[in-house]
């Protein structure tokens, strides 16, 4: 074991960029999330890289488009209001086929909303981080070592699919300090032979573009992407199972509200009701599977959000109607107590768990 | 079956007054000796406001939610801080204020409740500043959560290098607190 470093999630995130051969960041400041430009402001310099505070999200969102292009390893950082400004680039990104890291620590909103922990950006990250046919990856750490882990595998598989990948943390796991370990590596990320400029000239040039007048061109290059989404789907969800073997009441939750879940369930099971959690580590591609077989097992699922309820809405789509699911939520920037949680529970036990 | 030890502290003051400091060198005590632990600081309206607070959780279990809402230890440097969270604290709790500068309103007959005359007594003893490391030693001597040697390693660990100079007087300031 290396030595345990006690980290906020957003600096000890920005750490983890630069280990994973991140040389290129972008960003605006916006609290929640102002630890990763200011860690990064310091600690790009030093490790040879470029720091860039943008004069607007648009503007870094479309620098990290830029430095993609050329075959860096880039990223960006934002909090939701902000993250609604970068949507143009990121459909251009997904567009042109550019792998990216894009970091959202939710706060509350709609508009410019609240600065306090939410997670009400679920619907945006999954179903229009820009707009066209596209998807990108959508990972959900729930502690600060996993907003470490999570970057490694964000720009591997950006990468390997050639897609933008966004981490989707928030308020909470950005601001919060824990214990953390750092893989003692430095990464220096595979040579991009389709990037502009990384041609030695024997073959016509690398040209990077999202614009396809010819309708059945595009349309053939969207087919080609989503085959490669097919993939995605078919290899990369992940999620953790707690508890979930016996359990009788499947609570489903992600990031800061999965922390709360977790011990609403040790409670539970304290008081001999059979409680358990499935917490997706990838929202998009949602791990299907791995719900519907411990959902099968169960007689109700519980999904608890910051939000008035989106991830519930997959829940309910990959369950089809084969067990009840109920939504428990705050938002607007309240976090969920476990007493809060631990009711439903109690409730929907009390119910025989038909509710 | 020994009961896991977990234990949840809010401290709250001023900013200015090294409310997150302190709080950060109980978390790394914690670390030290080996438990998990979690730091979550307020950043809301109120610290524009000028209060600040941030919540620390102990435990040999893995954290669930760091926000702490039922607090076992309250730390509080200024008045409304204490009445914020006063009664908050669990039953059997501890309490500690300074009592330079809170001027309790609200009793509470099932916690332990200590004022200490900090601020007071960092400038008699030339620890001006650092009155919330006396308030710690106090903590420390009241609720048992790290030891000396492991606090005394957490300062070091915490004080960034251009205070440095300054890590000789918190641990001082640290044994005056639990000689009180």
């Known amino acids: ?355 | 079956m020994k009961t896991p030890f977990e234990m949840a502290l809010i401290i709250a003051g001023f900013g200015g007054q090294g409310v997150l400091f302190t709080g950060k060198v109980i978390a790394y005590s914690g670390l030290l000796d080996g438990r998990e632990v979690s730091w979550l600081p307020s950043y809301g309206p109120e610290m524009r406001g000028g209060t600040a607070n941030c919540g620390v959780c102990l435990s040999d279990r893995p954290i669930g939610s760091p926000l702490v809402t039922r607090p076992d230890v309250l730390v509080a440097m200024n008045t409304p801080s204490y009445e914020k969270f006063i009664g908050a604290v669990k039953p059997g709790g501890t309490v500690i204020y300074d009592a330079t500068l809170v001027a309790p309103v609200t009793a509470r007959d099932d916690v332990r409740v200590f004022g200490v005359p900090a601020v007071r007594l960092s400038d008699e003893e030339s620890l001006e500043g650092i009155s919330n490391l006396i308030l710690l030693g106090k903590t420390l001597a009241e609720t048992g959560f790290s030891t000396r040697e492991t606090v005394e390693q957490a300062i070091r660990k915490s004080v960034p290098a251009r205070k440095g100079h300054l890590i000789e007087h918190n641990i001082r300031a640290v044994k005056l607190g639990m000689g009180l």
């Open chain 1, 1 to 355: 074991m290396g030595e345990r470093f006690l980290m906020k999630g957003n600096e000890a995130l920005a750490e983890a960029a630069v280990l994973a051969g991140c040389r290129h960041f972008f960003c605006y400041p916006i609290t929640p999330q102002n630890e990763v430009c200011a860690y990064m402001s310091r600690r790009m310099p030093k490790a040879g890289g470029t720091f860039l505070q943008a004069e607007s999200e648009i503007a870094a969102i479309n620098m990290v488009l830029g430095a993609s292009a050329a075959g860096a390893r880039a990223m960006t950082s934002s909090s939701s209001p902000g993250i609604s400004l970068k949507t143009e680039g990121i459909s251009y990104l997904a567009g042109s086929d550019l792998p990216c890291v894009i970091l959202n620590i939710q706060r509350g909103g709609p508009g410019l909303g609240g600065i306090q922990p939410s997670q009400a950006d679920y619907f945006q990250a999954t179903r229009a981080p820009g707009h066209g046919d596209l998807r990108i990856l959508v990972f959900s750490p729930a502690t600060v070592q996993e907003m470490v882990d999570t970057v490694f595998d964000a720009f591997d598989l950006a990468e390997r699919y050639r897609m933008p990948a966004m981490i989707l943390a928030d308020g909470l796991l950005g601001q919060m300090m824990e214990p953390v370990e750092f893989p003692a590596v430095d990464v220096t990320p595979s040579p991009k032979p389709w990037a502009v400029g990384a041609n030695d000239g024997s073959r016509p040039r690398n040209v990077i573009n999202s614009l396809y007048l010819q309708a059945d061109v595009l349309e053939q290059r969207i087919r080609e992407r989503f085959e490669r989404y097919r993939q995605v789907e078919q290899s990369h969800s992940r999620c953790e199972e707690y508890l979930t073997g016996d359990a009788e009441i499947l609570t489903v939750a992600y990031g800061a509200s999965a922390r709360v879940v977790r011990t609403a369930v040790n409670d539970a099971r304290d008081k001999g009701i059979k409680a358990g959690m499935l917490r997706p580590l990838t929202l998009w591609p949602f791990p299907q599977e791995q719900l519907r077989a411990a959902a099968a097992r169960a007689g109700a699922v519980l999904t608890v959000e910051m939000s008035m309820g989106q991830m519930v809405e997959d829940v309910r789509l990959y369950t089809g109607g084969s067990v009840p699911v109920h939504f428990f939520g705050r938002t607007g920037g309240v976090v969920p107590t476990p007493a809060e949680v631990l009711e439903q529970i109690e409730r929907l036990n009390a119910e025989g768990g038909n509710g």
